[in-house]
Structure formats: C-alpha cells, structure tokens
C-alpha cells in the first residue's frame, strides 16, 4: 500500500514558466514533508521541507504547499529553468515513530523543463 | 565540507555471495541510514543508525544488516544475495537523528546480483 503517491511519473514544462508537482498522502500520522531533487547517478539532494503545522514554506524559486485536510501537498518552481529538469521525490516522517522510522518516499515526478 | 562518500560506486555478485557497503558521512554528523532504490518499489528505508546504535530498521528480510563505527562512519552488509536484491544502495547522513531533520545523501552503490 504506497502511503506516498506521486500520479504524475513526468511532467514537461516550459522554460520561465511555473511547475507545479503533486503529492498525495494517506497517513494521518506524517508530519514532516520533504522535496528531493535528483539527477541521474547522484544521490537526491534536499531541496525544501514543511512541518504539518503549516501550510507554506518559501525559498527562493520553490515554494511546498501543504494541504491537510486534502492529504496534498505541492511543489511550486517559479520560474523554471533548464538546470531544474530532475526526477523528484516527495518524502514524508511519521511522529508516530518519532522520526525512526525513516522517510516513506514518492516514486517520483520527472520533470522536463523545455526551452 | 565534503558530502556523504559510499564505496564503491558499482559492484557485480552472484547469488548466494554475500557483500558489504562502505558510507562515510559528512564531518560531524552522527545519524547514517540506508535506502535501497528499485525501479519497482522506489526508495525504501533499509535502516538508520546512531552514535552506533541502530535506531529501527525497515521491512527487510534478517539478510540486511548493518553497523555504524566510533567515527560515525557506517557499513551495510547482505548475505545470501538474490537477484531481487539488484539495486542502487544509498547512505544518508545528518548531524542528530531528529524528525524532520533533512537528510544528505550520498550518490550511491549501484549493486547487480546474477
């Protein structure tokens, strides 16, 4: 049962406009989000993270949204650049384990960025 | 700083051997866990240690098992490889093993079982 879902598995968006990426969840118990970038043969790379205390969290050109009540969150990249085309993981921590139990991960978005 | 080392990059067994990871996290941070990557089932947590202590462990068969040293530095070993065990190992590290806290990963250990 993936508590983590990322329905789209590639997303193709033009460059200098805004990309928007989907996460779902079905755990009640996850309150940590995270967004992870990552490109072929490196490990990802921690881009931003939001607690489920609020709603939105900024930095720079990424903005994550979290939606409770919905079980969404979502990626906002403005303006998207070449440099930003990257497969990329919606991570969640269940409090439950106090964070022991590891991150739960998204299959992940591939993102194209189009010039 | 340099960032989180694995050793080796690429590693070829046959089934039935068994094989050790190497991960060096980065200067000063504490918590290592392990992931293990499959096109299948995505990233899966292997494991996370701290001050060598092994915090919880994932939904893995008793074959995974790992250890982390005095110097934070951590291997993962798999006995009795299976050709479903193919698959890109990643180590991440941060500096307390705090919920929330972000991990740092490593680019991996790209592991093929035939």
């Known amino acids: 049962d993936q508590q983590v879902k990322q329905n789209s598995p590639s997303l193709s968006v033009q460059e200098g406009r805004i990309s928007i990426l989907n996460c779902d969840y079905t755990?009640?118990?996850?309150?940590?989000f995270l967004w992870y970038k990552k490109y072929p043969a490196e490990g990802p790379t921690f881009l931003i993270s939001?607690?489920?205390?609020?709603d939105k969290n900024e930095d720079g050109r990424f903005t994550v949204f979290l939606n409770k009540s919905a079980k969404h969150l979502s990626l906002h990249i403005v303006p998207s650049q070449p440099g930003d085309s990257a497969v990329y993981f919606c991570?969640?921590?269940?409090?439950?384990?106090?964070?022991?139990?590891?991150?739960?991960f998204g299959k992940g978005t591939h993102l194209i960025i189009q010039p | 700083k340099a960032g989180v080392t694995q050793t080796p990059r690429y590693l070829i067994k046959t089934r039935g051997q068994q094989v050790t990871l190497s991960c060096s996290p980065i200067?000063?941070?504490?918590?290592v866990s392990w992931y293990q990557q499959t096109p299948g089932q995505g990233l899966q947590f292997l494991f996370e240690?701290?001050?060598?202590?092994?915090?919880n462990k994932g939904n893995f068969p008793g074959r995974f098992s790992g250890r982390q040293f005095s110097n934070s530095r951590s291997e993962m070993n798999v006995s009795t490889l299976e050709l479903g065990d193919s698959a890109l190992y990643l180590c991440?590290?941060?500096?307390?093993?705090?919920?929330?806290?972000?991990?740092?990963f490593g680019n991996g250990t790209r592991l093929t079982v035939t």
């Open positions: 991440a590290s941060r500096p307390l093993a705090l919920e929330g806290s972000p991990l740092h």
């Open positions: 755990n009640s118990m996850f309150d940590y």
């Open positions: 939001i607690s489920s205390i609020k």
């Open positions: 991570a969640a921590s269940d409090k439950s384990g106090g964070g022991a139990d590891g991150l739960t």
């Open positions: 200067s000063g941070h504490r918590s």
């Open positions: 240690y701290f001050s060598e202590t092994q915090r």
